[in-house]
Every structure is written in structure tokens, then in C-alpha cells.
């Protein structure tokens, strides 16, 4: 039936940019392969999931976050992959004085919103969480791309709240460092 | 008791995953008003959940 077999090559043609997406919140190419092809497999064996939806891609990477989340689950459950440092923020001591005022306080970025207008901002973003430890990295993904709450998020990752709001705060901090020294400072 | 800017910055943080006390929001604003440093690092938090938002956007627009 041609209807069906155009479905699956709609679906299949899906496939590199779901490998990127995955890839990119992963941070590993076995286990980003591996939920795609969860997700085409889940999208192939339901495609009635799909009937009134207007976008495939918007629907696929639907099914797709779901199983990230799978991953990072099964992921924390394993023992002590992560190299993150535990729970305190303990680095970002070089930031403050003793008595906890900026030795270098953040700088006024002008106009910052005009930056979202810009496709090379985004690669520096881009750049910028790359170099962010794997379970921060995860930890801020979850949050501000997934839009997860931090309740399912400490969950997911295996760890205590106070734990989640830490590895946020490096993730932002690093972040902000990260594109005032990149973008904004030049 | 006045708060030092590395817990204001921490507080900054908490504020976009949870919702502070009116304590912790008056502290916060009493500090911002004295010290233009975190006054910028609470406008660059928000700003990269904007970016963050925008990013998702840009994704299923990509090739």
C-alpha cells in the first residue's frame, strides 16, 4: 500500500535531523542512534499518533524527547559515569572575595536581544554548552530545552534537589561567563 | 542582614526553578538597587532562557 510505504520514507527522511537533535542532548552517538531509532520505531508501529498533526517533525521529536529522557534515566542509574565534582559549587570561588563581592562583576551586555536575531549567536551558544561538564549540561537541557520542572529533573539525574539547583547555577554561570568572553566582549 | 553578591547570584538562579519567598524577592531587590553586577547577571539569566526558548524554535525549523 503506497500510502503506508510513503509514511515510513516521511518518516525514514526524519531520521538525520533526530540524530542531531538527540545527539546534541546526549552527548553520546550510541545511545542518540539508539533513541532514534526507538522513536521511529514507536512512529512506525502508531502512525495513526500522527493523523491531524500538521508538522512530522514536530511530532517525531515529540516522541523523541520522551526517549532522551529514557536514556538520561537509564544513564544515571549506572554507577558513577558522570565527572561532574559533587554537590557544591566550590569552582565558582574564583569568581567572588572572601567576602562573597565580584572580583570581576558581570559586565552590561548591549542589547542582548538583538543577538537572537543572529544565526552566528546561536553557534556560539552552541559552543558554549558543549564545553559544559555532561551532567550540568544535562541538568540545564532538561530544564530550559525539555522545559522540564527541577523535581523531574533531580529524579531523572538521580540526584537531591539542592544538587539540581547547584548544577543550574554552574550551568548559568558558565554559560553567562561563556558568552560575555565569546560574543558579547567582542 | 545583607546578602553577598555569590548568594545573590545562587538566589538569581533558584528564582528561575522555583518560586522565592517575598523575603527572598524583597532582599534580592534591596541588594540590586545598590549593586549594578547583579543587576546584570539577573538580566543575562533571563536572557539565555529566552535563547534557550529560541534555540528549541530554531531546531524544528532547521534542514
Known sequence: ?186 | MMLSCKEVSRLVSQGLDRRLGFGERLRLRVHFAICGGCGNLEQQMAFLRRAMRLRSLRDHDGP
Open chain 1, 1 to 186: 500500500m503506497s500510502g503506508h510505504s510513503d509514511f515510513r520514507a516521511q518518516v525514514e527522511a526524519q531520521r538525520p535531523y533526530l540524530v542531531r537533535y538527540a545527539s546534541l542532548q546526549l552527548r553520546d552517538s550510541h545511545a542518540a542512534e539508539d533513541a532514534v531509532q526507538e522513536t521511529l520505531l514507536a512512529a512506525l508501529s502508531s502512525p495513526a499518533g500522527f493523523a491531524g498533526r500538521s508538522n512530522l517533525r514536530t511530532w517525531l521529536t515529540g516522541i523523541l524527547k520522551h526517549k532522551i529522557v529514557d536514556a538520561i534515566r537509564r544513564a544515571s542509574r549506572e554507577p558513577a559515569l558522570s565527572v561532574d565534582a559533587p554537590g557544591d559549587d566550590s569552582e565558582l570561588d574564583s569568581l567572588f572575595d572572601q567576602r562573597g563581592h565580584w572580583n570581576e562583576g558581570p559586565a552590561t551586555w548591549e542589547n542582548p536581544d538583538a543577538s537572537l536575531e543572529q544565526k552566528q549567536f546561536f553557534a556560539a551558544l552552541e559552543d558554549c554548552l558543549a564545553r559544559l561538564p555532561t551532567k550540568t549540561a544535562q541538568a540545564f537541557t532538561m530544564r530550559e530545552h525539555l522545559g522540564l520542572e527541577t523535581g523531574e529533573i533531580c529524579k531523572e539525574l538521580g540526584v537531591t534537589p539542592t544538587h539540581c539547583w547547584v548544577l543550574l547555577y554552574r550551568a548559568r554561570m558558565a554559560l553567562r561567563q561563556c558568552l560575555e568572553t565569546n560574543w558579547f566582549g567582542k
